[in-house]
């Protein structure tokens, strides 16, 4: 064998093995930034106060969301954090500040796919710029698909509606956007990292036992009841 | 005046443990009718069934190409040797678990790989899971057709274990209910099932094929 070939043999063979081996970094490169993008995902949806994450987190995913689309949301996240520079509440703020963050708000979801409904907790719809916040008084926000499937709620808690969450909640809105864009450019479905057992345990069972006692209570109570109540009218 | 009091003291005597009885046919009206959908007429209840169709959505290859709505119907799991068959539908959440079986939407779907995660109420649809032993086989009706899974543990892990709903490189099917199953309040631990796959059907679109669950090469229609 030639001097040439004692030399281009042992390149050929290291590109040979280099080239799946680049392939292979890519690849766990790639997959890496797809878990990256996957833990981002769950911990801003928790961060927004999400008990069950995984509906939400399946749905961004999967939509299909534009590069323009998620700068315009993480536009509006910095216009938010503008509005909600220099106030100690949300109740100060003016109508038209209302409007405004109201607008950002329901144009960031929108940008996400999602509809959103504020109701208070017996189900009655909520107008977010009348709406004051104060104990007793809980908000909460319904996140919809666009077929109007719920995929979440969001329970803030009095103490939660200030600027300081207020203005995490827009920021973590962004950071679900940009991960999810992420997460929708693989080619396979991406679990949730770390997700929460399912609640599966109802009460009805027990809710049927307390009906059947309340009437063997009352049965057995009529009887005497009733002889107490005939001797009295006698 | 002290007749009229005596007839409300004698009209109060009766009609207490009336209402009770009324307050009593009520509430056991309306659970048991809703615990009767829940088991009983579950077989009878109408779900929307799983169609891959929706535009906006990313599309992936092979099973399941578009992520199914919450409360769609994705196909049907039976284990023979407890006699639980039960609808499987999108969604882990309240509502959605009322509808039968539920798929956590954050775990891939059967034939995606990975940890597949199945959770059902302890007394409605998985009252029987507590009998069932290692070996069992567990099939899930797709509308590909079959996925058959044989079950490998059984074990009791506390509500918060965070090692169960989490993704796996090698395919298989985890199932989740309440534990202890006869309690009163809400359970504090889970009764896990965990079950590795025997055979799936082929993705050939639009037909219901099954692969040979000893790897063979060639592949047979399902009966």
Known sequence: MSLRWKLVLPLVAGITLLVPSTATWAASSSSSSTQQAAIRLEDALHALQIPHVSLLFAYLESIQLSSQEVSQITQNAAQMQKIMGNINSPNQLTLAQKEEALRLFISSAALAHLQVATVLTNGQPVNLLTYVAQPGNPLLIELEDEQGKLLATIHPQYYDVQPKYLNSFIHNVAVAATSARILEQSKTFVPVPHGQLPVTASNTPLKIAIGLGLILIGAMTFRPLYRVAQKLES | ?223
């Open chain 2, 1 to 223: 005046m002290r007749r009229w009091i005596r007839k409300l003291f004698i009209i109060g005597l009766i009609g207490i443990p009336s209402l009770i009885i009324a307050l009593g046919v009520g509430v056991t009206a309306v659970f048991g009718w809703s615990f009767l959908q829940q088991t009983l007429l579950l077989a009878d209840s109408v779900l929307v069934p799983y169609k891959p169709a929706h535009i906006g959505y990313r599309k992936l290859p092979g099973f399941w190409p578009t992520l199914p709505e919450p409360g769609t119907k994705l196909g049907t799991i039976v284990i023979p040797a407890v006699n639980i068959k039960a609808p499987v539908v999108q969604g882990t959440t309240w509502d959605i678990l009322k509808l039968g079986v539920g798929h956590y939407a954050g775990s891939p779907l059967p034939g995606q790989g990975g940890n597949v995660v199945f959770s059902g109420h302890r007394d409605t649809v998985f009252t029987n899971l507590k009998h069932v032993k290692v070996g069992d086989t567990v099939t899930f009706d797709s509308p590909y057709g079959p996925f058959v899974y044989r079950v490998t543990s059984i074990k009791i892990v506390p509500k918060t274990d965070p090692n169960i709903v989490v993704p796996s490189k090698s395919p298989e099917l985890t199932l989740t209910s309440c534990y202890p199953f006869v309690y009163i309040g809400f359970a504090p631990d889970r009764f896990i099932v965990r079950a590795t796959p025997v055979s799936e059907p082929s993705v050939t679109a639009g037909t219901r094929y099954r692969a040979s669950e000893r790897g063979r090469d060639n592949v047979k229609k399902s009966p």
